[in-house]
């Protein structure tokens, strides 16, 4: 079955920095992989999608990258800020695109020092 | 701006009571989930619905059911709680059912604590 590893449990940059994120897959490529924020004792919040054939999709300082040689997921900060302390999330389909097939990775806990 | 609302934020109940989670949404929006997240295993998939009185089973269906009665709600029972079930619970919602164009939107969480 589909497996999604987030790499990294935790991630300490210097604020000003790029922070980068890595989400690996194992078997066959999802449909699209999304991105989600999770801030302490809330939900996580949507951030992007990037669809199988898309290699990249920015959002303000946000990056996202998609390798499905790789089978891997790369998520950008650039010139990251102390707001942007947070927990991390990809998601991606077990097959089909249904998101009753969601998946999600454990999640990497950034954290941006001034 | 799509509002989830779970009713409780922190709930404490004994072994082997009956507990309600409640979740409502308010922008008609089709789908709705429950997770549970827990340290180190990640958010996991209890129950969806795609439609009124109709529901799946997620990932790890078991001591659970759902109820959804009305479009905008989306109940999660533990008919019997066990220690176990000691956790977050999440509730989410989505347009569609189609996730590469309709995203999650999440409440807040329950946090749930059986003694």
């Known amino acids: 079955s589909q497996k999604i590893e987030q790499n990294s449990e935790a991630l300490n940059i210097q604020e000003g920095k790029t922070a980068t994120l890595t989400c690996n897959y194992t078997n066959y490529s999802p449909a699209y992989l999304q991105w989600y924020r999770q801030d302490p004792g809330r939900g996580p919040v949507f951030l992007l999608l990037?669809?199988?054939?898309?290699k990249e999709k920015r959002k303000e300082r946000l990056k996202v990258t998609f390798d499905t040689t790789l089978k891997q997921s790369l998520f950008h900060i650039t010139a990251s800020q102390p707001a942007d302390s947070a927990t991390y999330l990809c998601?991606?389909?077990?097959?089909?695109?249904?998101?009753?097939?969601?998946?999600f990775g454990k999640g990497t806990k950034l954290s941006v020092k001034p | 701006d799509v509002k989830v609302t779970q009713s409780s934020r922190y709930l404490v109940k004994r072994t082997g009571e009956k507990v309600f989670l409640e979740c409502v949404q308010d922008m008609d929006h089709e789908n709705m989930f429950w997770y549970r997240q827990d340290p180190g295993l990640g958010l996991r998939l209890i129950y969806f619905s795609y439609d009124v009185k109709m529901k799946e089973k997620g990932d790890i269906p078991e001591g659970y059911s759902v109820s959804r009665e009305k479009k905008e709600r989306f109940s999660l029972i533990l008919e019997s709680a066990s220690t176990n079930q000691t956790s977050m619970y999440l509730c989410?919602?989505?347009?569609f059912g189609d996730g590469a164009n309709s995203p999650l939107h999440f409440g807040n969480g329950t946090r749930l604590t059986v003694t």
């Open positions: 998601a991606l389909d077990h097959y089909g695109g249904s998101q009753g097939n969601l998946i």
């Open positions: 989410a919602s989505s347009l």
């Open positions: 990037i669809r199988e054939n898309e």
